[in-house]
């Protein structure tokens, strides 16, 4: 079972050098070859557009299914607007909340321009949860594509997608989550994360760009939460079993930028998960993002 993580950047198109390319005629087709690509079984992604300007008007979750083949998929939108012109976004007050989309909803990406976070699967979903996490009251100065020195950027909603798969071992369930830049902000969101899926079964799988390096992410998880007392008894006595495995990083290699990547921004954490059956880790390029993406093989 291949598992992977891959921040778009809005399916923006690379050169060589990591500066931005213009999009092509068919501006999905440079994101669909790299899904492909991956040929990825359960598929988390980030910065995903859905009817926006800049990238064709195109619903960008729903290319990447059809691209890896996904039985499922969501795409849960953090906000609805537009880009503004220097940073930050123009908000539809028409829609202020979290939406979530689905197959049902996969057309051309018409409708109410979008962006947010998806997770696609091959395998069968037996239940989907999502949620939203507000913006930090606060942005710090950034390294923007296509712009020199530093530039001011505002922080942004972001948005978390949970899903109980039924795998060939079982049920286990991925989430799949973009996390402030803002420090301390972002490890609140990933603790809050770990609170939200502690009634779902185990194994976990969270996956997706983090915004933390190291053993941060790890660390935060394991001591965010213990199991909740609510829980039958037997399955706390499991889950605490389970627990005593610790959380750990699935792989450990740098995924930004694309071009030349030093830094690891990109994750996936598990717990539940045997360290025997994790084999080969990769982070390939392509010609999408300034991230590159992440994959686990899971011998399942």
Same mark, same amino acid.
């Given at each position: 079972?291949?598992?992977?993580?891959?921040?778009?950047?809005?399916?923006?198109?690379?050169?060589?050098?990591?500066?931005?390319a213009?999009?092509?005629? $068919?501006?999905?087709?440079?994101?669909?070859?790299?899904?492909?690509?991956?040929?990825?079984?359960?598929?988390?992604? @980030? $910065?995903?557009?859905?009817?926006?300007?800049?990238?064709?008007?195109?619903?960008?979750?729903?290319?990447?299914?059809?691209?890896?083949?996904?039985?499922?998929?969501?795409?849960?939108?953090?906000?609805?607007?537009?880009?503004?012109?220097?940073?930050?976004?123009?908000?539809?007050?028409?829609?202020?909340?979290? @939406?979530?989309?689905?197959?049902? $909803?996969?057309?051309?990406?018409?409708?109410?321009?979008?962006?947010?976070?998806?997770?696609?699967?091959r395998?069968?979903?037996?239940?989907?949860?999502?949620?939203? %996490?507000?913006?930090? &009251? %606060?942005?710090?100065?950034?390294?923007?594509?296509?712009?020199?020195?530093?530039?001011?950027v505002?922080?942004?909603?972001?948005?978390?997608?949970?899903?109980?798969?039924?795998?060939?071992?079982?049920?286990?369930?991925?989430?799949?989550? #973009?996390?402030?830049?803002?420090?301390?902000?972002?490890?609140? @969101?990933l603790?809050?994360?770990?609170?939200?899926?502690?009634?779902?079964? @185990? &194994?976990?799988?969270?996956l997706?760009?983090?915004?933390?390096?190291?053993?941060?992410?790890?660390?935060?998880?394991?001591?965010? #939460?213990?199991?909740?007392?609510?829980?039958?008894?037997?399955?706390?006595?499991?889950?605490?079993?389970?627990?005593?495995?610790?959380?750990?990083?699935?792989?450990?290699?740098?995924?930004?930028?694309?071009?030349? &990547?030093?830094?690891?921004?990109?994750?996936?954490?598990?717990?539940?998960?045997?360290?025997?059956?994790?084999?080969?880790?990769?982070?390939?390029r392509?010609?999408?993002?300034?991230?590159?993406?992440?994959?686990? $093989?899971?011998d399942?």
């Amino acid at each position: 079972m291949r598992i992977a993580t891959f921040n778009l950047l809005h399916g923006r198109p690379v050169a060589a050098d990591g500066s931005p390319a213009p999009y092509p005629v $068919e501006p999905g087709a440079p994101l669909a070859d790299a899904v492909a690509a991956l040929d990825a079984d359960v598929l988390a992604l @980030q $910065e995903v557009d859905r009817g926006q300007r800049r990238s064709g008007r195109t619903d960008q979750a729903a290319v990447a299914a059809k691209a890896m083949g996904a039985a499922d998929w969501r795409f849960a939108a953090a906000l609805h607007g537009t880009p503004a012109p220097s940073a930050g976004w123009v908000t539809d007050p028409a829609v202020p909340g979290l @939406q979530v989309y689905g197959p049902a $909803e996969a057309d051309d990406g018409a409708g109410r321009p979008a962006y947010g976070t998806a997770l696609l699967t091959r395998l069968p979903v037996l239940h989907w949860r999502a949620r939203r %996490f507000a913006p930090a &009251p %606060f942005g710090l100065p950034l390294r923007v594509a296509g712009r020199r020195g530093l530039t001011a950027v505002p922080d942004e909603p972001r948005a978390a997608l949970a899903a109980v798969l039924a795998g060939p071992a079982g049920e286990f369930t991925v989430v799949a989550a #973009h996390l402030s830049f803002v420090p301390g902000w972002n490890v609140a @969101q990933l603790a809050a994360i770990r609170r939200w899926i502690a009634d779902l079964p @185990q &194994p976990y799988l969270v996956l997706g760009d983090f915004n933390l390096i190291g053993a941060v992410p790890r660390t935060v998880l394991g001591s965010a #939460h213990a199991i909740q007392r609510t829980a039958a008894r037997e399955r706390v006595r499991t889950a605490r079993r389970t627990r005593l495995q610790g959380w750990y990083d699935l792989a450990r290699t740098p995924t930004y930028p694309s071009h030349r &990547p030093t830094v690891q921004f990109d994750h996936i954490l598990g717990i539940g998960v045997p360290r025997s059956t994790v084999g080969s880790v990769s982070a390939p390029r392509t010609g999408v993002s300034d991230h590159r993406p992440l994959v686990v $093989e899971i011998d399942a």
